[in-house]
């Protein structure tokens, strides 16, 4: 297990006070806090290596291409690809899935259908709209059953017609886990390619691309300890050979002529231009602070949280919970709603105890569409978060209760 008190330690934004009351940091599921070993990594580019890749020959340009690239490495193995030509840098999550939807608009045509569920991210629903709009391919949506991805459903769905299936292994709202390996398997027996967005699963579970066997992997460093603004696309070696580049310009051509050009091999031909070169280093700086601790020890940890906190959830009056009800069937990610409060209202009293939720739509409004909801509360844990923490939670949502008179 994890040493809580340790770790909360290396994180220096976390040792504050908010309105007077110890941080208790639960909005995990939008940004994680990065550790001092991340943010020395960091710090340590831009005072001794601060140079450009790939281009110098230079010590400085050397060693910020050295580190540049071992970190492709570590990324490699954080997600067991065959190889770094698999393994893209990219701005995020985000960035990685609209790649893919450009790829997807090379092959997709009339008739032709794209299968998503009603759970997702709008950053794994709009790129596939906009596919969709511009090929005359068919948006499919696949919904829901106890709170998690219905199975028959998907099953009934997914067709000679679909081309491409493109699912969250961990919903960011309804903090379920979707069947990844076994969703490949039937993707892959109707000729789908399995596009998996793993923004919040790689923090938190032990990914294994090639046990899954999806053909494209997304995730966000932000989410994993990292800076903002860096990402990895996973990409089976096969397929991104016959990917045509995404962006062009630097970096990613081998030979320019006046009337056309020539790309550099894998994974460099969809680099261009100058690559957030800190980020990508602090990212493999994250992945070990990750690995230290063990995926499996995180994911245990969470679970922990989850079975020991939902209960004292379940049992506030007034309280629903969205998503699966078993503790066992979700991640640390728990979206809830107070009757007759607006989440704001639920979000600005936790925040007055110090508390930091997030409170919305959380970027799936068709899925709080689905749910009959116009917004929800979401609580989401992580490495540093403990059982106190989430004591401090539940107290916190019994005092907004009594604040705003909510007798239920």
């Not at 009603?118 to 948006?139: D, F, K, Y």
């Amino acid at each position: 297990m994890l040493d809580v008190k340790k770790i909360q330690k290396d994180f220096a934004i976390l040792q504050q006070l908010v309105n007077d009351e110890p941080l208790v940091y639960l909005d995990n599921a939008a940004t994680t806090q990065k550790p001092q070993a991340v943010l020395d990594v960091l710090m340590d580019y831009y005072h001794t290596d601060n140079a450009n890749v790939h281009r110098g020959v230079h010590t400085l340009a050397e060693r910020a291409t050295k580190n540049y690239e071992i970190s492709r490495e570590k990324l490699c193995q954080f997600l067991n690809a065959r190889s770094t030509k698999e393994i893209l840098f990219t701005r995020g999550t985000t960035t990685g899935l609209n790649w893919v939807a450009q790829f997807a608009r090379e092959i997709l045509k009339p008739g032709d259908q794209v299968l998503v569920s009603i759970m997702e991210h709008h950053s794994n629903l709009i790129p596939w709209q906009e596919v969709c709009r511009t090929t005359g391919a068919e948006l499919v949506y696949a919904y829901l059953k106890d709170g998690q991805l219905d199975m028959d459903d998907f099953k009934s769905k997914l067709t000679a017609k679909t081309k491409f299936v493109s699912l969250a292994q961990i919903s960011n709202v309804l903090g379920c886990i979707n069947p990844i390996k076994e969703i490949a398997r039937l993707s892959h027996q109707v000729g789908a390619y399995l596009v998996v967005d793993g923004a919040q699963s790689a923090p938190h579970m032990k990914v294994d691309v090639q046990d899954l066997d999806c053909d494209f992997f997304t995730l966000s460093g932000h989410k994993m300890l990292s800076p903002t603004g860096i990402g990895v696309l996973y990409g089976k070696e096969e397929i991104l050979n016959r990917i045509s580049p995404i962006e062009f310009g630097g970096e990613m051509i081998d030979f320019v002529y006046e009337q056309e050009a020539s790309w550099k091999e894998l994974p460099w031909k969809f680099e261009a231009g100058t690559p957030n070169i800190a980020g990508s280093i602090a990212l493999g700086a994250a992945v070990d602070y990750l690995n230290n601790l063990g995926l499996e020890n995180i994911h245990a940890h969470e679970q922990d949280l989850v079975a020991y906190v939902l209960p004292k959830l379940q049992a506030i009056e007034g309280l629903t919970i969205y998503g699966p009800q078993d503790p066992v069937q979700r991640a640390g990610v728990i979206a809830f709603n107070l009757e007759g409060l607006h989440p704001h209202d639920v979000a600005t009293a936790l925040d007055y105890e110090g508390v930091a939720v997030r409170a919305g739509h959380h970027c799936a409004q068709p899925l709080i569409n689905h749910l009959g909801i116009h917004s929800a509360v979401r609580a989401s844990f992580y490495i540093y978060n403990s059982k106190e923490d989430c004591d401090k939670l539940v107290d916190a949502i019994l005092k907004a209760k009594e604040f705003f008179n909510g007798t239920f």
